[in-house]
């Protein structure tokens, strides 16, 4: 892997996605993008350059901040500025990175493997915001650094520990940063959506990428044999 000042960076990011309430109670994971009535709600986004330390300012897109007469054309507008800011860290890497061996933009948060990617890729697919090869190249030729996996290691298993297997973000917050406060289940947004609570939704979501900038960075500060919780 080769990395290059100015060029190599990790963006931190969180979506949120609504399921209705008749597919609520399904076992597992409930949301699925393909589900008529769900629809993603919006999400937060950070660069980082780690070579520098160097943080760019956040940026948030969300559903009822688009134009549209309805849900589905307001969600085909968000989703396209979501893929504006990817196709961003794209443009770096290939106007400024010049070349082809240089590591490509990394994503990293939790869960972004299990639902958020393929999510903006499926719901992204299904409103035409770009050919299908350009969307796959966008979103999954990304390097994804699920924190919920790279985590797993790092964490002494009580139950079986023949078992290796991802983490939930609680779990990895309370051994590796020594938080005991257990975080509300993400279902939780539904609710406030339901409610009109955007505001509520957005500081949660806010919450997340600094929660995934934290973990991220321990895992550094452990990879590298220095002393976590700092």
Known sequence: MRF?????????FDIEYYVPKEYRNRPGLKANPYLDGSFVIGGVFQRYFPIEDKLEEKEEFWIWDMEGKDVMEREKNLLRK?????????TRWELLGRDPRLTEPMVAGFGITHLDIPTLFVRSLIHGIAEPERLYDTYFKLRHFDLSVASAPMIQENRDRKVLAPVSQNWAVRNLLGDRRRKPSGTIVWELYDAGDYRGIME??????????????NLRKLRNGLPGRS
């Open 82 to 90: 979501i893929y504006l800011y990817f196709r961003g860290s794209w």
């Open 204 to 217: 949660r979501t806010r919450d997340e990428i600094e929660v995934a900038k934290r973990v991220y960075l």
């Open 4 to 12: 290059k000042r100015e060029v190599t960076h990790v963006i931190f």
